[in-house]
């Protein structure tokens, strides 16, 4: 994927997970970074890893902002090690992805963005942390596949996107993302992964991200 932006070139680590190391791709912006974004990519069972084509796309979104983007495959996915558990071990490893990135610059606002699964893992790690996480980017959150959070306590910032044409999401289960009043962008004839449509989740990702940090 041609990169279009002036930014320092990825960084390619490994940093420490509860069940092994975990494979990370580290990206700073152009400048100073204003937040910290963790990008959290699709059902590793189905050969989701952190260079799927929709996450690359957040990850120059994040970016494009002036945030830092961290991809990262979980446990059993890609290069990472460990085995898959079904969303459980998953939000252990985001918690490790989320305190390196809490060392390495400390009080910058931390973002949550994830893409179909990662939207589900994303929604429910921050539920859980949500003290630290300044907002959730959900992208094809899979309704025909997963049940809503049963708390209710979700972060005061969350916004999704959606396809009218993606067969995992259901507009008429969106309904408790509607009742947090969370903004909802739906792209007609888009399909769960985003053929033709995915410099409009990179816009959305943009503006969403440069709207909670405070740009007009």
């Known amino acids: 994927m041609p990169r279009d932006l002036d ?15 975990l494979a990370v791709t580290w990206e700073l912006p152009a400048g100073e970074p204003r937040g910290l974004v963790l990008h959290l990519h699709p059902h590793t069972v189905h050969g989701g890893t952190r260079q799927n084509n929709v996450v690359r796309h957040g990850a ?9 983007a961290l991809r990262m495959d979980f446990r059993g996915a890609g290069e990472s090690e460990g085995e898959y558990d079904e969303g459980r071990g998953e939000m252990d490893d985001a918690e490790s992805a989320l305190r390196w990135l809490q060392k390495r610059h400390p009080g910058l606002p931390v973002f949550v963005w994830g893409f179909s699964f990662g939207s589900r893992v994303g929604l429910d790690f921050s539920i859980r942390h949500r003290a630290e996480i300044a907002g959730v980017l959900a992208v094809a959150w899979p309704t025909n596949f997963y049940a809503w959070p049963e708390s209710d306590a979700w972060p005061e910032r969350c916004a999704f996107i959606y396809g009218t044409a993606d067969t995992f999401v259901d507009a008429a289960k969106m309904e408790p993302a509607r009742q947090h009043r969370a903004p909802i962008v739906v792209l007609q004839n888009a399909t769960h992964f985003f053929p033709d449509h995915l410099a409009e989740v990179r816009g959305w990702t943009v503006r969403t991200l440069k709207g909670w940090l405070g740009d007009r």
Do not use: S
């Open 7 to 21: 930014t320092p070139p990825p960084e390619r680590l490994r940093i420490a997970g509860p069940a092994g190391a």
């Open 60 to 68: 120059l979104g994040a970016l494009e902002a002036g945030c830092a």
